[in-house]
């Protein structure tokens, strides 16, 4: 039996993608952020793809203790940390690095005594207002840790910025300047680069970039465009057409009956839908590749099934392979037509699809 729905895993483009972060940043050591199953691609195939890497990030310690007990050795860097004595003894036990973000965090630590000392990285909040110690604080959290005999010197610092999609905004200028003017006293090794600020901002590159979407392919800025970053799509997903019926104009295609033909048709049933994680509120006419061709999406996409105007390729048949995103339609502009962002399709993509490794 083949599988109607699969999602094709390119490593060769995986590990191109991360060639483009080395050289945009040859002087840093790179982080390959590959949390949440390296953003839907499957995260053990991804680490063992990315030798290259000088380390990994994940979210959580249980990402972290699946990719050890698969016997993956690199360096692994928990960008939540943990919250429990029992959660540090396995951080400890499978030699992870934590981010410290907050003093329930600290206070744990220091009170935790453990055999070998762990890595840590802190945290500091510049502007994003999410997770990390204030600036004011900082001193304070060093000195803590670094008089603390499980805590491995030197510590590692780092911030995350909220507006480096936007190579425009200011926001992130002042993020790096915070940065550094809290850090500069203190020769630590520093982090600070996501995706966008690896291939937009220089001065955030520091000790450690952070790479994580550009990694799958996806262009990390706004309305940017990943061909031009010379980035490759990682993850090509496909199903079939289950049939093919001419309508006519005045005709309504699906649920609501939203779409109403302005003029007479073949239109083609793609094997696809939200319960594979091809989102939902994408709109009529976001793109749908047919046999070379660019075909558009018509009405509600259903659980199952997208409904597709084939007008532009009306010799295909029943069983033709339909690309809903990789290798001719970036994701990027199918995000952009369901009002979302590559990151959600890509994590979101289920069960259901079957994963494909090529080279
Ligand atoms: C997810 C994440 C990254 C990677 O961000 P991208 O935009 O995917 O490059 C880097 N740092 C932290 C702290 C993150 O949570």
Redesign the pocket.
Known sequence: MTNTASAEISLSALRHNLSIARQSAPNSQCMA?I?ADA?GHGILNVASTLEQADAF?V?RLEEASALRQAGITKRIVI?EGVQTSEELDDVCAHKLDIVIHHDTQLKVLLDTALNEPVSVWIKLDTGMHRLGFQTEQFSDVVQSLQSCHWVKQPLHV?T?FACADDINDAYTEQQITTFKQATNDFSLPTSMA???A?LSKQESHADWI?????LYGSC?FINGNANDLQLKPVMTLRSKLIAINNFQMGDHIGYGATYTCDKDKPVGVVAIGYGDGYPRHATTGTPVWVNGKRCALLGRVSMDMISVDLSPCPEVKVGEDVELWGENISVDEVARYAGTIA?ELLCGVTQRVTKIYKD
């Open positions: 952020v949390k953003y990030a979210a960008l780092m995350h996501n995706s966008a690896t952070r790479p994580g979407i550009m990390p990151y």
